[in-house]
């Protein structure tokens, strides 16, 4: 076994065990473990052999953020089945899971190239901004949403709203209640009614840095937020990304804005599971908070460097959260004009 780091040389062996018992391994076959960058949740490593190559990801109890952030390791399980659920709706939409054990936290998935599949996140900082893929998004989030809606018994297999609160709740909504407490009675009453509307298997976290740009589409990872809940979650966090790229100095908002409506109009299109109206006030009620928490919650983004391009996004967030009821596309209009 050749790893990258000696000194972890007794974890690495741990997980070479456990993919010799899922068949991934043979007994004498040598492995090499390489770190992969892009998560503070969990260590995944690329897992090369003579014959194949494939990751392997762990979930950690503490993330690797500045603020003290925990959440249970037991959602690493969920990710994997909600990788293969998903994946029976959208085979090409999500890495195939290769094997899993649950004692270690772990599982084994497909690699998927990064010269061939590069990481939307990467392509919109550069200000590579393809309306129609951001469309493709939208269009297959909703068409996860929806099949999922339809289907018997999710309610029950992914009844993880700990983690949701862990991960999501604490971090991003409560934790900038407290630092704009004039504002913490409404991002509280946002957090309740997302946390009752129990409608559809949400992934979590769809934002840029955990789609990858195929050639078949847009493929969804980093699934641990995974749980039944509130789909207006899932549209308003990752429309809250097209609008933080649009918040450097210097940078085409409009381009942002435009795949933010395409986005909005391809999704909206496959609501079917609740009335359009009553889905699109949950989400531009979050969709501000979202904004602010990405400033000022427990994980702000690293490429807001100057504090005048944060004060922007705080003085357009808090009137909206003290006085919600616009529309999607109306919002970030707003935000194109300012």
Not at 202 to 229: Q, R, T, Y
Not at 263 to 275: G, S
């Amino acid at each position: 076994m050749v790893i990258s780091h000696p000194d972890q040389a007794e974890t690495f062996a741990a997980i070479a065990a456990a993919l010799r018992r899922m068949g991934l391994l043979d007994l004498e076959e040598e492995a090499r473990f390489t770190p992969l960058t892009g998560g503070v949740s969990s260590d995944i490593h690329l897992v090369e052999t003579p014959s194949r190559r494939f990751c392997v990801k762990r979930a950690l109890a503490r993330l690797k953020v500045a603020a003290i952030w925990e959440a249970p390791t037991g959602r690493n399980a969920a990710e994997a089945a909600w990788l293969r659920q998903v994946g029976g709706w959208l085979p090409d939409g999500v890495p195939a899971i290769l094997g899993e054990d649950s004692e270690l936290g772990l599982f084994a998935m497909a690699y998927l190239p990064p010269e061939r599949n590069p990481v939307w996140k990467a392509q919109l900082l550069a200000q590579q901004v393809d309306t129609a893929f951001a469309a493709r998004v939208g269009a297959d989030l909703g068409l996860i949403h929806a099949a999922s809606a339809r289907e018997a018994g999710l309610a029950e297999r992914f009844a993880h709203e700990a983690t949701f609160r862990a991960i999501r709740i604490e971090p991003y909504l409560s934790a900038t209640a407290r630092a704009h407490s004039d504002l913490a009675a409404r991002i509280e009453a946002v957090a309740e009614h997302t946390l009752a509307a129990r409608k559809v298997l949400m992934h979590g976290d769809i934002s840029p840095k955990n789609i990858l740009c195929s050639e078949n589409g847009p493929v969804f990872l980093d699934a641990e937020c995974a749980c039944f809940g509130d789909p207006a979650f899932d549209l308003a966090f990752c429309l809250n990304h097209l609008l933080l790229k649009g918040a450097r100095q210097g940078v085409p908002r409009r381009a942002y804005r435009d795949a933010f409506a395409a986005l909005v109009r391809a999704y909206i299109a496959r609501i079917d599971w609740e009335e359009r109206a009553a889905f699109e006030a949950r989400a531009a009620a979050m969709l501000p908070v979202l904004f602010l928490a990405r400033v000022d919650g427990k994980s702000p983004v690293e490429y807001l460097l100057e504090e005048s391009e944060k004060a922007a996004v705080r003085h357009f967030a808090r009137p909206l959260i003290a006085t919600p009821g616009i529309d999607l596309i109306t919002i970030a209009n707003a935000w194109t004009d300012t």
